[in-house]
């Protein structure tokens, strides 16, 4: 079977990622996580205090990015390293979750990580999840996904996520985070977050991991026939 490209688009928390590794290494294929791309720009933007407002210092700051997954043993998974350093763990906090979605919605920024992704795509046999890897990145993919869940169920699964790392986090804290970034992703000016035309819809608000990457493997083997 030839390899082919598969992408996962949704909102936030909706287990985008997690499906993807799964399903990346069901089939041997790379994983690639646009998310952490986009928050690791963030986070050298917050490091370095770069006023995101100013396009001349945005495109500056790119400039000064380099982006690279590397693979963790420890994990079974990919690293998001920036500019040489393991961010993996840095670019999960929550200060970065609540200025990625805006830091992600400049053209430049966009125009910068999408180059990078189209590039890795080129040998095809990669699952890569984010907001807009189906419309913009990968319009011709041959399999396109679009995860959705409850927003009850989203909420808790992002909540228990960030409370093995910041105890003193509310779930009403999260919500808000969660409803922000749903805003500021599907109303975007630039590649905004919304259904592939051609994108199947999987609703995992009932379905355990097991069974969801059984669903996306069924689908993806008869992606590869065709």
Request: hydrophobic letters at 40%; one cysteine or more.
């Amino acid at each position: 079977m030839q390899p082919i490209i598969i992408t996962l688009d949704g909102y936030s928390s909706c287990g985008k990622s997690t499906l993807a590794r799964a399903l990346a290494q069901e089939l041997n294929y790379v994983f690639i996580d646009s998310g952490a791309m986009y928050r690791a720009i963030t986070l050298y933007f917050l490091r370095n205090h770069i006023d995101w407002t100013n396009q001349q210092a945005v495109v500056d700051a790119l400039q000064e990015i380099n982006l690279q997954f590397h693979y963790n043993p420890n994990t079974g998974s990919s690293d998001m390293y920036l500019n040489d350093e393991n961010v993996e763990a840095l670019i999960r906090d929550m200060l970065v979750s609540e200025r990625v979605s805006d830091i992600a919605a400049i053209k430049e920024v966009r125009e910068f990580a999408v180059a990078q992704q189209q590039a890795m795509g080129t040998k095809k046999g990669i699952v890569m999840d984010g907001r807009d890897i189906g419309t913009t990145v990968f319009p011709n993919a041959e399999l396109k996904l679009f995860i959705t869940a409850d927003p009850v169920v989203r909420v808790e699964r992002r909540f228990k996520e960030m409370l093995a790392k910041n105890p003193n986090i509310t779930i009403e804290e999260v919500k808000d985070n969660l409803e922000m970034r749903d805003y500021i992703d599907s109303h975007r000016e630039v590649s905004p977050l919304r259904k592939a035309d051609d994108a199947i819809v999987l609703d995992n608000s009932n379905l355990t991991r097991e069974e969801q990457l059984a669903e996306a493997l069924k689908l993806a083997k008869t992606a590869m026939l065709r």
